[in-house]
């Protein structure tokens, strides 16, 4: 009688056990699936909350650039109109000269008196003594001497002022360089997370920012609107950080006619379609790369250097390094960035937003 209880002990226990693993199962099946539920949102949103910032310093140093293009515009206008102010001063004061030693002559003394008592040049040629004895055109060059004094020192003020705002604004500049730098390597980290929330969550957040960008860069119409998804096209400068910056204002009043791509200086720069390059040196794009294909031209600008397996006059594949991002031509000095047009057919540029966000 013991055995058979026994055994009967041993069934209902096994039964028991049988019975209640499966729901333990079940319950830790369904942690682990809110876990990595949770995981994924958290990643998601760190991968919001960088890109939110990093698009948002881009928009400031971009701003912070345009003003200072401006201002360097402002002051070349204004310096040339001090100078031209200051040749007439010169004319105007000679001949104010000649009036003083006429009227001196003629008065004797009492202009002397008054030649001590004046402050400035200025005092002595508004002086009423010295107008008594102008004729009408000597006062209307005198009133002409003291407008234009006038004047000069006003813009003079202003040159000042404006060289001061872009001390401060150069400041600022250097201090965005870092904080682009540091988002840009905080975002790349969160790129390179490899566990399965993380790739997910990155999946997820490409589809989405694509989208959103592509819904706002398709408001725009004609050359800022761009012309979208190119056959063939690759990405010039992949997991670069970029905004639609097309026709920020630029100095002599020009209109950005690209979009800059922001990496780590030397960071490779792609081919973006089968084609031949052609190597260029200027002033303002530095050292710069044409790629012509069958069905666009592609300007790449301020780079650091050409690739050696891409010289000038040669064929290219899509794909390919044909250069390294820098700082040359005007771009000396900011964050180091590829300048990038696309020129449908060769012909006028386009915006090359849409285009990248498509590809990049």
Not at 179 to 197: F, I, K, W
Request: charged share 25%; glycine share 8%; net charge negative.
């Amino acid at each position: 009688m013991k055995d058979v209880s026994r055994r009967l002990f041993a069934v209902l226990l096994a039964i028991a056990f049988l019975g209640l693993a499966p729901v333990a199962a079940v319950a830790t099946s369904e942690e682990d699936v809110e876990r990595a539920e949770a995981d994924r949102r958290d990643a998601y949103d760190r991968l919001v909350e960088v890109n939110a910032k990093l698009d948002d310093a881009l928009l400031r140093y971009n701003q912070i650039n345009a003003e200072l293009e401006a201002l360097g515009a402002r002051i070349e206008v204004i310096t040339g109109r001090i100078a031209d102010a200051e040749v007439e001063m010169a004319t105007l004061l000679e001949r104010a000269e000649e009036m003083v030693t006429e009227a001196y002559m003629a008065a004797g003394g009492s202009l002397l008196e008054l030649a001590f008592e004046a402050e400035s040049l200025q005092d002595m040629l508004t002086s009423q003594a010295l107008l008594d004895r102008a004729a009408d055109a000597d006062l209307l060059e005198l009133n002409r001497l003291d407008a234009v004094t006038r004047e000069t020192d006003r813009l003079r003020q202003e040159v000042e002022a404006d060289r001061d705002r872009m001390e401060q604004l150069g400041v600022e500049a250097a201090a965005l360089v870092d904080e682009l730098a540091d988002l840009q390597r905080e975002r790349d980290a969160e790129y390179e997370r490899s566990d399965a929330a993380a790739r997910q969550a990155r999946a997820e957040f490409e589809e989405a920012e694509r989208a959103r960008k592509l819904a706002a860069a398709a408001a725009a119409r004609g050359s800022a609107g761009g012309v979208g998804s190119i056959s063939g096209f690759v990405c010039p400068l992949p997991g670069a950080s970029f905004i639609n910056d097309w026709g920020f204002p630029r100095s002599g009043g020009r209109a950005h006619q690209g979009t800059d791509l922001f990496a780590a200086y030397g960071t490779p720069v792609l081919a973006s379609g089968n084609g031949t390059v052609s190597h260029r040196q200027s002033s303002l794009g530095g050292t710069t790369i044409y790629l012509n294909t069958a069905s666009a031209m592609y300007y790449y600008a301020h780079l650091s250097g050409y690739a050696d397996g891409a010289p000038s006059g040669s064929p290219v594949s899509a794909g390919q390094v044909i250069g390294y991002v820098g700082t040359s031509g005007n771009a000396i000095g900011t964050s180091p960035h590829l300048h990038f047009e696309i020129h449908p057919g060769g012909g006028s540029a386009v915006n090359p937003y849409p285009t990248l966000v498509s590809a990049c």
